[in-house]
């Protein structure tokens, strides 16, 4: 599978106080990512946005103002990285409506590593503030750098935070304010998959690609689907089965592994076996074919992108690319495959419907585009 910086392309710009936007960009949902000083917002930023290895954010500098970054990508997205030492709220310097008033996510990150009492003062003021700014904003809180933690630990640091923030906020009268907790890290997939959950809130279609699955998986005796966002990693939507994170982390694991196969052997690829380490299995193997086959990686255009890994206890990894953003990965038994020539027509019907989902919403962005550029050319004219 191909990808090029064009394809998946991040803008980044910094602003300061003067948020001055494009009127239409403006609207994209926007992910607001605080926390207090080194809590690990830039780290996560980076780790899933521009696939910095964790241990690189190691040489991270501190952000000392506010990073705005436009996600370009199957939902336009904006990531706002905020220093941690800052007063969002000062309105001398920033103006908290602009901030706060965009249909969007707050993402919350406190260090489970260190004394949290700061950091649940600070997530207190936040969420009382930025609620009484915009009553749809959502409210994600990342009990972050985890990896360090006993998993008696975790658990019980989650239900200590969990606590005391929501007797807070009842305190205060604010019992219903949408707000979740997962447990991150960069060093793992944990950070990915409470992205995926956070982007998924922002989906509108995601009941629709949820459904589309659901048939997909029943109709193809497939055990669990993905439809991955390829560039970052995320996962969009999943059938409606329980996820289980080792199934997640090799769906999601194989991306990198068809993306590296791809920039080492690129549409040149005709047929490989290679001997996958990945999972301490030496029979594992990983066939990448070119179009000729009956299934393979065709690695010219993310479209086409199609690729297979037997795992050698009996299952059966499967991706295909849908649009150039996203793929979907399966895991099915092999018995099951054998009957691929069914599963190919399938996954062209759920190909096709996710078009359409794509196309129904791109329709619905161009005409609220053209009400826009209408509006403000009547405002010009006026002025
Ligand atoms: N162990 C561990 N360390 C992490 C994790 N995430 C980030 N870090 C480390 O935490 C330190 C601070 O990370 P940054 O991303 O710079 O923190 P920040 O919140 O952006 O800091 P400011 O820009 O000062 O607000 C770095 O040394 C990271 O390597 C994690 O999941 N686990």
Same mark, same amino acid.
């Given at each position: 599978?191909?990808?090029?910086?064009?394809?998946?392309?991040?803008?980044?710009?910094?602003?300061?106080?003067?948020?001055?936007?494009?009127?239409?960009?403006?609207?994209?949902?926007?992910?607001?990512?605080?926390?207090?000083?080194?809590?690990?917002?830039?780290?996560?930023?980076?780790?899933?946005?521009?696939?910095?290895?964790?241990?690189?954010?190691?040489?991270?500098?501190?952000?000392?103002?506010?990073?705005?970054?436009?996600?370009?990508?199957?939902?336009?997205?904006?990531?706002?990285?905020?220093?941690?030492?800052?007063?969002?709220?000062?309105?001398?310097?920033?103006?908290?409506?602009?901030?706060?008033?965009?249909?969007?996510?707050?993402?919350?990150?406190?260090?489970?590593?260190?004394?949290?009492?700061?950091?649940?003062?600070?997530?207190?003021? *936040?969420?009382?503030?930025?609620?009484?700014?915009?009553?749809?904003?959502?409210?994600?809180?990342?009990?972050?750098?985890?990896?360090?933690?006993?998993?008696?630990?975790?658990?019980?640091?989650?239900?200590?935070?969990?606590?005391?923030?929501?007797?807070?906020?009842?305190?205060?009268?604010?019992?219903?304010?949408?707000?979740?907790?997962?447990? *991150?890290?960069?060093?793992?997939?944990?950070?990915?998959?409470?992205?995926?959950?956070?982007?998924?809130?922002?989906?509108?279609?995601?009941? *629709?690609?949820?459904?589309?699955?659901?048939?997909?998986?029943?109709?193809?005796?497939?055990?669990?689907?993905?439809?991955?966002?390829?560039?970052?990693?995320?996962?969009?939507?999943?059938?409606?089965?329980?996820?289980?994170?080792?199934?997640?982390?090799?769906?999601?694991?194989?991306?990198?592994?068809?993306?590296?196969?791809?920039?080492?052997?690129?549409?040149?690829?005709?047929?490989?076996?290679?001997?996958?380490?990945?999972?301490?299995?030496?029979?594992?193997?990983?066939?990448?074919?070119?179009?000729?086959?009956?299934?393979?990686? *065709?690695?010219?255009?993310?479209?086409?992108?199609?690729?297979?890994?037997?795992?050698?206890?009996?299952?059966?990894?499967?991706?295909?690319?849908?649009?150039?953003?996203?793929?979907?990965?399966?895991?099915?038994?092999?018995?099951?495959?054998?009957?691929?020539?069914?599963?190919?027509?399938?996954?062209?019907?759920?190909?096709?419907?996710?078009?359409?989902?794509?196309?129904?919403?791109?329709?619905?962005?161009?005409?609220?585009?053209?009400?826009?550029?209408?509006?403000?050319?009547?405002?010009?004219?006026?002025?």
């Amino acid at each position: 599978m191909s990808h090029s910086e064009d394809e998946y392309s991040l803008h980044t710009s910094h602003i300061g106080n003067d948020v001055s936007e494009d009127p239409v960009q403006d609207h994209r949902p926007r992910l607001l990512i605080m926390g207090l000083r080194r809590s690990g917002k830039s780290s996560i930023q980076k780790v899933v946005f521009h696939k910095m290895a964790a241990n690189e954010t190691l040489f991270l500098e501190s952000t000392n103002k506010i990073i705005k970054e436009n996600i370009t990508s199957f939902i336009d997205f904006q990531v706002w990285d905020f220093p941690g030492q800052i007063d969002y709220f000062d309105t001398a310097t920033y103006d908290s409506d602009v901030i706060f008033g965009e249909y969007g996510a707050l993402i919350f990150v406190i260090d489970a590593q260190d004394d949290y009492i700061e950091a649940l003062n600070r997530l207190h003021q *936040t969420v009382l503030r930025a609620h009484e700014k915009n009553k749809n904003l959502t409210f994600e809180v990342f009990i972050h750098k985890v990896d360090a933690l006993s998993d008696e630990f975790k658990i019980d640091t989650q239900r200590d935070i969990q606590q005391r923030t929501t007797d807070e906020l009842a305190d205060v009268g604010l019992e219903n304010v949408p707000l979740s907790f997962y447990l *991150t890290s960069i060093y793992d997939h944990s950070i990915f998959e409470a992205f995926s959950k956070v982007i998924q809130k922002l989906i509108p279609q995601l009941p *629709t690609l949820e459904n589309l699955l659901n048939i997909l998986c029943a109709n193809s005796g497939i055990e669990k689907a993905f439809l991955f966002d390829v560039n970052s990693k995320i996962y969009i939507a999943t059938d409606s089965s329980p996820v289980d994170m080792q199934t997640y982390e090799i769906c999601s694991d194989m991306i990198d592994v068809i993306i590296d196969i791809s920039e080492i052997y690129g549409r040149t690829t005709s047929f490989h076996q290679i001997n996958d380490e990945l999972y301490g299995d030496d029979q594992t193997q990983v066939e990448t074919n070119g179009k000729a086959g009956n299934y393979g990686t *065709t690695t010219d255009t993310a479209n086409d992108a199609a690729s297979l890994i037997k795992l050698n206890n009996g299952m059966v990894l499967c991706l295909r690319g849908v649009n150039r953003f996203l793929a979907l990965v399966c895991l099915l038994r092999s018995d099951n495959f054998e009957k691929h020539g069914l599963i190919d027509y399938n996954f062209q019907c759920f190909k096709q419907a996710i078009a359409e989902v794509f196309e129904l919403k791109r329709r619905s962005a161009e005409r609220l585009r053209h009400e826009g550029m209408r509006l403000s050319g009547d405002v010009n004219e006026g002025g």
